[in-house]
């Protein structure tokens, strides 16, 4: 945690000098300075402390981890990139770390409002000093829900039409352009679901632990679990509205 403070330090000063910006898989696939030299930040003192546990970053600087045997920290120093360029907010660091494959503390910092959610498993979940509740029941016309738009209009990963009754049956939508942040609101009860198509593990790592530290459900969209050294498509919420979202709407949703 005082990693990610002063990390959230170093990204704020950012916002008085001028960024370089690049682009990686895509032109809305962005990379900045920042985002490198806060990953590197992380790695040089996982590298002191613990030289013997393996780092799978969003930017390359760590690992080529292709197993999650002893301990993986799992990183992604600036989750929402876009909104970090274009809106200086709505973004956060997400650290994750698992033990021989099981998540043992997840970290996710929102840089802006000074938000820090964290857990160590077994012992609950926080945001700042304040545990968090064990996620309550919530049927899904009362529920608020995180999806983006591209996912309910024509895309090439999923029909649309599965995703479409849910907006409709639901109270109402949000999309924030972070998935760190979204699973950290799901972990809060600030949303009752989140739902995205395809993530990679420095996206969810440390929401995973968050969310199941508070009793709720995170898998992919057909309900297997989720794979940490690939890309998924991500579904969590509160157990129950999990439950019956996957039974009742998503039970054929490779189709």
């Known amino acids: 945690m005082d990693w990610a403070y002063q990390a959230g330090s170093i990204i704020r000063e950012s916002f008085k000098k001028q960024l370089t910006i690049e ?21 040089d003192n996982i590298r002191k402390h613990h030289p013997d546990h393996q780092i799978l970053g969003e930017e390359g600087s760590g690992d080529d981890v292709n197993s999650l045997e002893g301990t993986v920290w799992i990183i992604d ?13 709505n973004f956060a660091i997400s650290i994750g770390v698992y ?21 160590i498993a ?16 919530v049927e899904l016309e009362k529920s608020l829900i995180a999806i983006n738009a591209t996912w309910i209009t024509k895309n090439k990963l999923m ?11 639901c109270r109402g939508t949000r999309s924030y352009g972070s998935a760190a942040i979204e699973l950290a609101f799901v972990a809060a009860g600030r949303l009752d679901a989140y739902i ?20 709720g459900t995170i898998s992919t969209l057909d309900g297997t679990p989720l794979n940490l050294l690939g890309q998924n498509s991500i579904f969590a919420g509160s157990t129950s509205l999990h439950h019956h979202i996957l039974k009742d709407y998503l039970h054929d949703s490779k189709s």
């Open 159 to 169: 029909n649309p039409s599965k995703l479409i009754p849910i907006v409709d049956g």
């Open 23 to 43: 682009t990686k898989s895509n032109a809305d696939d962005l990379v900045t300075n920042m985002d490198k030299d806060v990953e590197r930040y992380f790695i």
């Open 196 to 215: 995205t198509m395809r993530l990679s593990p420095w996206d969810f790592a440390a929401g995973k632990i968050l969310i199941e530290e508070v009793g």
């Open 77 to 89: 120093p600036i989750d929402g990139t876009m909104n970090f360029v274009h809106q200086q907010t």
């Open 99 to 119: 033990h021989e494959g099981v998540g043992k503390v997840g970290i996710i910092y929102s840089v802006v409002n000074d938000e820090m959610f964290h857990a």
């Open 122 to 137: 077994g012992s609950g979940a926080f945001l700042n000093d304040y545990p968090l509740s064990k996620l309550s029941e």
